[in-house]
């Protein structure tokens, strides 16, 4: 009886345990991703605001030039 219920427990424990070491763990991964995606779109409408200004100035002087 004390062994059954002793594993009982253990079981029991194991599984309520689980449910909070998912949510220690997914929470600073969601938040590292949300940051990291932020930074990714800034950085790259930074390049695309760069080689646009470059590609204009490029056409122009391919017109002027014909």
């Known amino acids: ?6 594993l009982f427990m ?4 194991a599984l309520l345990l ?3 070491i998912h949510k220690v763990v997914t929470t600073p991964v969601k938040v ?3 940051t990291t995606k932020g930074v990714v779109k800034g950085t790259a409408k930074a390049i695309n ?4 200004d470059d590609e ?3 056409n122009k002087k391919k ?3 014909d």
């Open 1 to 6: 009886m004390k062994k059954s219920l002793c």
């Open 10 to 13: 253990l079981t029991l424990s």
């Open 18 to 20: 689980q449910g909070c």
């Open 32 to 34: 590292a991703y949300k």
């Open 49 to 52: 605001a760069l080689t646009d």
């Open 56 to 58: 204009e100035e490029n």
């Open 63 to 65: 017109k002027d030039k």
